[in-house]
């Protein structure tokens, strides 16, 4: 993980990935592939809660290397005790406060690139057996790593 470009040759791929849901109680987790390299734009999912009204953090993480338990990025919001209800979350580099309005929490994220074997998961604390994350669109720029 780096948040300078070495390797990079002219501009990279804008796409999205829409990775499958989890199943329930389980997070997304979205790895980078061999050979490539991401500059991670945006990162969104939302949250249906379970009947559980418990006080839930919602966030994003971001690991350097598979097969690590080491954390390189981390960051969450107190979204309050929610059941049976919808939480949305957006982390991307455009924003620079974190706020929580309506049912939606905006999260800061630096701009950084990702190399292959590193990747970026939901992080939602507190979360519950029958919570589900739904919805996840990744948005990235993407370059093939030699």
Excluded: C
Excluded at 43 to 55: C, K
Excluded at 126 to 137: E, R, S, Y
């Amino acid at each position: 993980m780096t948040t300078d470009q070495p390797g990079r040759k002219g501009s990279g791929t804008v796409m999205m990935i829409e990775p499958v849901n989890p199943g329930a109680g389980a997070q997304v987790v979205i790895p980078v592939p061999a050979g490539t390299r991401w500059r991670i734009m945006a990162f969104y999912y939302e949250l249906q809660a379970d009947i559980t009204a418990i006080n839930r953090n919602m966030g994003y993480s971001i690991h350097p290397t598979s097969g690590l338990t080491s954390l390189w990025l981390y960051n969450n919001l107190n979204v309050g005790a929610v059941a049976l209800g919808h939480m949305n979350v957006m982390a991307s580099s455009n924003v620079d406060l974190a706020t929580l309005v309506a049912g939606y929490a905006t999260l800061s994220m630096p701009d950084i690139y990702i190399d292959q074997t590193s990747w970026i998961q939901s992080q939602v604390m507190n979360m519950q057996a029958g919570d589900l994350i739904l919805n996840t669109v990744l948005t990235l720029e993407r370059w093939a790593i030699g």
